[in-house]
């Protein structure tokens, strides 16, 4: 079972920060935080990941609570193209790097 | 960036024929490959683990004589889906870790979507 809890779906304005929660209340302390989304018919796109610090790429920023019972990725400024299903994934390191998908969160930029 | 190149990216077949789906890594080696499955409007589903040179770690509840998987060398995974029916009809996905340690993001083809008429 995915150890994550996610909204299912979320809604942002285009051009406005796009903030998405993410709940892994049972992380363990090897586990790391990974997001990826998915556009529809497409495979998965890595986003970023983190283990306790917070993060930032070309794509998003990654925020980890320090207890790292949650987390939170922020799209600065969403666009159309963002519109995907966005998964928060903890990894199951000791299992080879195996990937468990929840539900994910259906986020939709709009106009 | 890491690419990892699905073929076929569609496919329509009889009931009853087998259906091989080819997963590569094509600027990395990848000790690992995932197999996935995704039915309409659900999340993805964690199939089995490929691993290069050694048989495949199936999930449970998942078919191990009628999902065949295949990893022959560093850059190629494959899943044969034998005597398909209709209910195997799906969207196939694989993924390949870039290695450097497990806590390496993976990387997705862009799926086989497989029809069964």
């Known amino acids: 079972d995915a150890k994550t809890t996610q909204p299912p779906s979320m809604d942002c304005a285009e051009g406005r920060a796009a903030n998405l929660p993410c709940n892994h209340s049972?992380?363990?302390?090897?586990?790391?935080v990974y997001w990826y989304r998915q556009i529809h018919s497409q495979g998965p796109q890595y986003i970023i990941h983190?283990?306790?610090n917070n993060e930032t790429n070309e794509m998003a920023s990654l925020i980890i609570t320090e207890d790292r019972k949650s987390s939170t990725l922020i799209l600065p400024h969403a666009t159309l193209r963002d519109t995907a299903v966005y998964y928060c994934?903890?990894?199951?390191?000791?299992?080879?790097?195996?990937?468990?998908f929840g539900q994910g969160t259906e986020l939709s930029v709009k106009p | 960036g890491a690419v990892v190149s699905q073929h076929p990216s569609w496919v329509i077949c009889k009931s009853g024929t087998s259906v091989k789906i080819e997963c590569r890594s094509l600027?990395?080696?990848?000790?690992?490959m995932f197999w996935y499955r995704q039915f309409p409007k659900q999340s993805l589903m964690l199939m089995a683990t490929?691993?290069?040179?050694?048989?495949?770690?199936?999930e449970q509840g998942v078919e191990k004589d009628k999902f065949l998987i295949n990893h022959a060398s560093l850059t190629l995974s494959t899943l044969t889906v034998t005597s398909a029916h209709p209910e195997d009809s799906s969207f196939y996905i694989c993924?390949?870790?870039?290695?450097?340690?497990?806590?390496?993001?993976?990387?997705f083809g862009d799926g086989t979507r497989l029809s069964i008429l």
């Open positions: 600027d990395f080696q990848a000790t690992t």
């Open positions: 993924s390949a870790n870039t290695g450097g340690g497990f806590n390496q993001p993976q990387h």
């Open positions: 049972t992380i363990s302390g090897n586990e790391y």
């Open positions: 983190g283990l306790k």
């Open positions: 994934i903890v990894s199951y390191y000791n299992q080879g790097g195996k990937l468990i």
């Open positions: 490929s691993n290069e040179g050694s048989k495949a770690t199936y």
